[in-house]
């Protein structure tokens, strides 16, 4: 069975950081597109960050520009979320996703499996 497991969230201030994780299990992410998407209550499901595993091209959304990196850990199948200088519109459930195609894509449905995602909430 696959599965994908998110931790790391949580509460922190304004300016604060956070690194989220997304480990799968069942499978690899050999060969896959991985993205880090975000619902707010009341809020479409958008898209966060994104890397291909393969070549590790990474892709992010304008509103984490400069702010969160995407990267992996081969060795621990792991895909991470480095979020630095957070703000309140941050706040939202966090969620990682994996594309068995590749690619990364900004919209959800192009992705195959899904964790059930870690909340994150940015204090002002």
């Known amino acids: 069975q696959v599965q994908l497991v998110e931790s790391g969230g949580g509460l922190v201030q304004a300016g604060g950081s956070l690194r989220l994780s997304c480990v799968a299990s069942g499978r690899t992410f050999s060969g896959d597109g991985v993205g880090w998407f975000r619902q707010a209550p009341g809020m479409e499901r958008d898209f966060v960050a994104g890397?291909?595993?393969?070549?590790?091209?990474?892709v992010y959304a304008d509103s984490a520009k400069g702010r969160f990196t995407i990267f992996r850990d081969n060795a621990k199948n792991t895909v991470l979320l480095q979020m630095n200088s957070l703000k309140p519109e941050d706040t939202a459930v966090y969620s990682c996703?994996?594309?068995?195609?590749?690619?990364?894509?900004?919209?959800?449905?192009?992705?195959?499996?899904w964790g059930q995602g870690t909340q994150v909430t940015v204090s002002s």
């Open positions: 890397i291909s595993w393969s070549s590790g091209i990474t």
């Open positions: 996703a994996a594309n068995p195609g590749g690619g990364i894509h900004y919209t959800p449905r192009a992705y195959d499996y």
